[in-house]
């Protein structure tokens, strides 16, 4: 126990090192209790969302999509146990890959946007935070904000989420990752994407009224 190292800090969760667990790195995403909340309504909310994250990453694992994968899940806890995924984050090679390397990546990204819509998984934070390039895979990971849906809005707002995260996070690239995604997510989602990057245009339009309000 000694070892274990708080390497992130959440809103929601603490997502915790441990270099040797059964012998193995793995990363412990531990949910916090919320005094703010009655204790039995906080223990299971906590128990809830757990459970439901585990299920959405399994899910997506089975699909093909590169995730975590899971050792242990203890509701009571609300922990996952989970792999350590090495590589780095795309949010922190974005500036020092060159073009043609963004784009292959991004367009990869793309296409694994499209397949967890596919398979009505809303990821919830879509952005460069949340995936990991570890050798030639993309792995998606922190699916603490996903759901189960098919609806387009859900849809749209995963998409306008990155296209935002983009213009903010990558400003100077923008429009090279951006193409480059947006390819990769209608070649997935075939007839489907063309209603949701409508609904996600239209999500963006609206943010810009509120702001201006």
Known sequence: MADLKIIAKGAEADIILDPNWN????????????????????ENIRRIRTIHEAEIIHRAKESGIPTPLIYLVNPTKAEIIMEYIEG???????MTNN??????????????????????????????????????????IDFGLGEISEEVEKRGVDVNL??????????????????????????????????????????SKRGRYIEKE
């Open 162 to 203: 990155m296209k935002k995260m983009l213009t903010s996070t990558h400003y100077l690239k923008q429009d090279i990752l951006l193409s480059a995604f947006l390819k990769g997510y209608v070649a997935s989602m075939d007839e489907e994407a063309k209603e949701v990057l409508d609904r996600a245009e239209e999500i």
């Open 88 to 94: 780095t984050k795309i949010r922190d090679i974005v």
């Open 23 to 42: 012998g193995k790195k793995a990363i412990i995403k531990r949910r916090n209790q919320k005094k703010y909340r009655h204790p039995m309504l906080d």
């Open 99 to 140: 073009d043609e390397e963004n784009t292959r990546i991004f367009y990869q990204i793309g296409i694994q946007a499209g397949k967890l819509h596919k398979l009505k998984i809303i990821h919830g934070d879509l952005t460069t935070s949340n995936m990991i390039k570890s050798g030639n895979r993309i792995v998606f």
